[in-house]
């Protein structure tokens, strides 16, 4: 086979690896600890990488108000998965947190799921707000 007939590699192929060094080169850099933040977790037990399933009342009562807001926007994310045609009502940060608030706040209510009132309380939204 002459150097003219030999197959040639494909540009396409090099794309893959183009793209491990790019991102091998986009995590290099200034680690500096005050720029680099840490997610915090939400209240109660993680299933499926998601606290939303299982967080509780309970669990609501005993967080701090970072865990509570980042329990709230894992809820509106596993509620609003993103998929084409299905849009459900999503509750701002301040009225999801009065809903937790005020249904928590009862003895009786440590076993209420979060998400369920969540997306009970959402339901209505349409309705609150013209």
């Known amino acids: 086979m002459s150097a003219s007939t030999q197959a040639r590699p494909s540009p396409l192929r090099a794309l893959p690896i183009l793209a491990v060094a790019a991102t091998i080169v986009a995590g290099c850099g200034n680690t500096d600890e005050a720029t680099t933040t840490e997610a915090v977790q939400g209240v109660g037990d993680v299933r499926v990488g998601s606290v939303s399933y299982l967080a509780q009342c309970r669990d609501w009562v005993a967080g701090t108000e970072e865990q509570r807001l980042a329990t709230i926007a ?8 993103g998929d084409p045609g299905v849009q459900n009502p999503t509750l701002t940060d301040e009225k999801a947190y009065d809903v937790f608030e005020a249904a928590c706040r009862h003895p009786y209510a440590a076993g209420f799921r979060l998400y369920k009132l969540y997306f009970r309380a959402s339901a209505y939204e349409p309705l609150v707000e013209p």
């Open 74 to 81: 894992d809820i509106r994310g596993q509620i609003n998965t």
